[in-house]
């Protein structure tokens, strides 16, 4: 083989398995920002869903750095990741659009937040993180019976999920019936830490406001 058909060969072998190995060292940020994001340590996971981008890794880095950006209070820099979440995709499948929804709800978007997610379920109706957002949206909007119709869908979509039983036992609270809300708080707290995004400290707070 001539040596120039060889050294294309050989440059074009070494510039895949760059490729590959950003994408792989890509996800692997995104796994590791996902891990930072489950105990709250949001500047670590903004580290690496941001390094997520730069190795050309999912895509969804962007919609977990507008989660972070929501969950830090800096809402106008979530709008802009949303904003480029969208740009950049060209499937707008279930998972993204609850993804989406839960962070415009955070920015108090609601209303884009709705729009979101009832296209979550429409895509996807046995989808509990969908509905239980949706139940989280309409509670923040004091819509109960809407409220209470997809939070009772979200738990039994998936008992494992905390964060229904705890908008349901506000829900229940709110309404006058602590005793009620005391239950499903009690069952939230008890399966909150298996979560893989655990309820920060506000679940108990709730709990000890209400039941003791």
């Given at each position: 083989?001539?040596k120039?058909?060889?050294?294309?060969?050989?440059t074009?072998l070494?510039?895949?398995?760059?490729?590959?190995?950003?994408?792989?060292?890509?996800?692997?940020?995104l796994?590791k920002?996902?891990?930072?994001l489950?105990?709250?340590?949001?500047?670590?996971?903004?580290f690496?869903?941001?390094?997520?981008?730069?190795?050309?890794?999912?895509?969804?880095?962007y919609?977990?750095l507008?989660?972070?950006?929501?969950l830090?209070?800096?809402k106008?820099?979530?709008?802009?990741?949303?904003d480029?979440?969208?740009?950049?995709?060209?499937?707008?499948?279930?998972?993204?659009?609850n993804?989406?929804?839960?962070?415009?709800?955070?920015?108090g978007d609601y209303?884009?937040a709705?729009?979101?997610?009832f296209?979550?379920?429409?895509?996807d109706?046995?989808?509990?993180?969908?509905?239980?957002?949706?139940?989280?949206?309409?509670?923040?909007?004091?819509?109960?019976?809407?409220?209470y119709?997809h939070?009772?869908?979200?738990m039994?979509?998936?008992?494992?999920?905390?964060?229904?039983?705890?908008?349901?036992?506000?829900?229940q609270?709110a309404?006058?019936?602590?005793?009620?809300?005391?239950?499903y708080l009690?069952?939230?707290?008890?399966?909150?830490s298996?979560?893989?995004?655990?309820i920060?400290?506000e679940?108990k707070n709730?709990?000890?406001?209400?039941?003791?």
């Open positions: 083989m001539h120039p058909i060889l050294l294309f060969l050989l074009l070494f510039l895949i398995a760059c490729g590959v190995g950003d994408l792989y060292h890509g996800i692997d940020a796994s920002g996902e891990q930072w489950s105990v709250h340590q949001y500047d670590s996971a903004e690496y869903f941001k390094q997520t981008l730069a190795l050309k890794g999912d895509l969804n880095g919609i977990f507008a989660q972070v950006k929501a830090k209070g800096e106008n820099y979530a709008q802009r990741y949303i480029s979440a969208n740009f950049h995709r060209n499937d707008f499948n279930a998972n993204y659009l993804n989406r929804g839960y962070v415009q709800n955070l920015i209303d884009a709705l729009i979101s997610l296209t979550a379920v429409e895509l109706p046995e989808m509990a993180y969908a509905h239980s957002n949706l139940g989280k949206t309409y509670f923040e909007l004091n819509e109960e019976a809407l409220a119709k939070l009772k869908k979200a039994e979509l998936d008992a494992t999920d905390p964060y229904p039983f705890h908008y349901f036992a506000l829900l609270a309404k006058g019936d602590s005793s009620t809300a005391c239950e009690q069952y939230a707290l008890e399966i909150n298996d979560f893989f995004v655990p920060g400290p679940l709730d709990h000890k406001r209400i039941c003791q």
